[in-house]
């Protein structure tokens, strides 16, 4: 089995059980594993999990994920056949925000661009 589709098995299976399986009170807001990338060894894993929530819990959330790591590793062990399955580290993913913030900017410039041209022009159209 190539390193790809043990990325791809481990993050379909740590999808489910972050859906269905974690119960941890500490964990708030609707999580999404984004990527999953295993060392060469295939000892440890980082796992790279969207945050959609409270921007105050955030922190609360991704502590108690790598505090239960352990429990992951179990489930995971009943789902993948794996001579040993990898240690986890969950990795907060930004790149969401990020797209977000650069889009909302992009928007902004492009609304000025527009209020400029027809300030200049006169009119919505750009005929003068």
Known sequence: ???????????????????????????????????????????HARVYVSYFGDPSLKDETFDALNNCTGHMRNLLKQKVKMRTVPYLRIIPDDSIEQAKQITDLIDDAMQKTHETEKNYTGDDDGNQ
């Open 1 to 43: 089995m190539n390193i790809e589709r043990i990325n791809s098995e481990l993050l379909k299976q740590l999808s489910i059980i972050f859906r269905y399986e974690l119960n941890d009170p500490r964990i708030h807001g609707m999580l999404t594993v984004l990527e999953v990338k295993i060392s060469d060894d295939l000892s």
